[in-house]
Each structure stands twice: as structure tokens, then as C-alpha cells.
């Protein structure tokens, strides 16, 4: 991941796309460069979470002004750790979704993470882009295997030249986890010590994706660890619950 700074802000881009998919835009944004105070410093996103509505619309303005996408072009999801995935061709919330898909150019995908993997798959030949957000219920419930479904199924996709890339979210090390919740993880994603079960939740949304035949090269994550960088993310985890959102966007732009 390399990092722009503009108006304050400081936005995570991937430079390997330029070559793989050049009309594809991705940026993470961090929690740099925003209005609110703490816990929430500063550019939190997320709304109904204890913060304030004010400061949660400027953010949202600076950053959507910052980063060119207008904000009637940004369709996102209320997300519950859920596997509904939705078909947008327009901006808005979708209720109870954690998976959106687009074929439509311009219009923006954001999901909201605070630890949980933003996960997205956009395919080159067939230019439909899908966001999903996956936390360990979403992943376990299987939402990338069920994306695959929709974008092979309906747009018909071959997973071979699809594109996968995981933006920042917590890591195997600082990720513990229940013996109930680490069951039916598969082994290689679970790393148990002393009693404490610890998930790495990326491997497991790399494993997802090659399972659904995306090429190893074709999956680019962002090597971020929510709960390890502070001064860059917020975590749900790391800071007790109480705590910002950050929003990773994708669009599929004009073709260069
Ligand atoms: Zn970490």
C-alpha cells in the first residue's frame, strides 16, 4: 500500500492496480485529516455510533470532495456480519448488506471496517466490480464463496483473470478469538497458545478466494493491520468497541 496525502487526508492506494486493472479506483481512507474528536479522531465515517452527526457529514464531504466521487455516486451497505449481497446501478444504503456488485462506471462501492476485511474482486474482461465486507461471522457464513456465485453466475466472470484485493483489517496475531468462534476456521488460519486462539482472518479471505479460482498473483492485500497502526486506523478490537470507522471506495472509472 502506498500513501497519498491530500487536504490533510491520507489515502492508501495500491500501485500494482495501475498495471492490472488501470480504469479501476481503490483507495483506503484512513482516519487522517477529519473533524471529530475523540475516540473518533479523526475522519470518522461511520454514522450511529456515538459520534457526531456534524462532524461525521463534514468528514464524509472532505473526503468525497478530496477524492473526486460525488456523493449521490456512492452506494453503500448497512452493514450486519451478514452474506446478503446486493446489484446497485445507483448510490444509497442498501439495508442489511454486506456485499454490493456494479457494473455501472463511476458509481463508488464503500465499505466500513473497524477490523473487519474489506474485501474486492473486480473483473478486467467483464468490468463489474464487487465490495464486500467480511468480518469473521460474514466470512465463516461464506460471503465470498456466495460473490463468486453472483459474479460468475450472473455476469459471468472467469475467476482466472479477476483481480481480488483486501484492504487494511486486523492481523493473525492481534485477532483472539473464542474456542467457539475459532471452530470451523480451517486449521492453517487458526494459531492456538497457551489457551488463546488467535485468527488470521486475511488468510482465510485469500484462501476463500483462491478456493473460487482467483489467481495467487491477482490477490493484493493491503499488509495493514487496523489494531497494530493506530496513528493510521481505527479498531474496534484495540480501542474497546468505541471507536471511528474507515471507509475503503472503489469505482470503475473511464477506461484510460
Ligand atoms: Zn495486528
Not at 64 to 92: K, M, N
Not at 226 to 240: E, H, I, K, N, W
Amino acid at each position: 500500500m502506498h500513501w497519498t496525502e491530500k487536504n490533510g487526508l491520507k489515502l492508501g492506494g495500491f500501485a500494482s492496480l495501475g498495471i492490472l486493472a488501470p480504469e479501476l479506483a481503490l483507495v483506503f481512507c484512513s482516519r487522517a485529516g477529519g473533524f471529530s474528536e475523540p475516540p473518533f479522531d479523526s475522519l470518522n465515517l461511520g454514522e450511529g455510533i456515538g459520534d457526531d452527526p456534524e462532524a461525521v457529514r463534514l468528514n464524509r464531504a472532505k473526503l468525497l470532495d478530496s477524492i473526486g466521487f460525488p456523493p449521490e455516486s456512492v452506494a453503500r451497505g448497512r452493514q450486519v456480519h451478514g452474506t446478503r449481497i446486493e446489484t446497485v446501478d445507483s448510490g444509497g444504503l442498501c439495508d442489511g448488506t454486506d456485499g454490493l456488485i456494479t457494473t455501472r462506471r463511476g458509481l463508488a462501492l464503500a465499505i466500513s471496517t473497524a477490523d473487519c476485511y474489506p474485501v474486492f474482486i473486480y473483473s478486467p474482461t467483464e468490468k463489474v466490480l464487487a465490495a464486500l465486507h467480511v468480518g469473521r461471522n460474514g466470512a465463516k457464513a461464506g460471503i465470498i464463496g456466495k460473490a463468486f456465485g453472483i459474479l460468475y453466475g450472473t455476469h459471468h466472470i472467469d475467476p482466472y483473470t479477476a483481480i481480488a484485493v483486501a484492504g487494511p483489517g486486523i492481523c493473525g496475531d492481534c485477532y483472539t478469538v473464542s474456542g467457539g468462534d475459532a471452530a470451523g476456521f480451517p486449521p492453517e488460519t487458526i494459531r492456538t497458545e497457551d489457551g488463546a486462539h488467535r485468527l488470521d482472518l486475511l488468510r482465510f479471505c485469500e484462501l476463500e478466494l483462491l478456493k473460487a479460482g482467483v489467481r495467487r498473483e491477482n490477490i493484493k492485500s493491503a499488509g495493514l493491520c487496523t489494531s497494530c497502526s493506530a496513528d493510521l486506523c481505527f479498531s474496534y478490537r484495540r480501542d474497546g468497541g468505541r471507536t471511528g470507522r474507515h471507509w475503503t471506495i472503489a469505482a470503475i472509472g473511464p477506461s484510460p
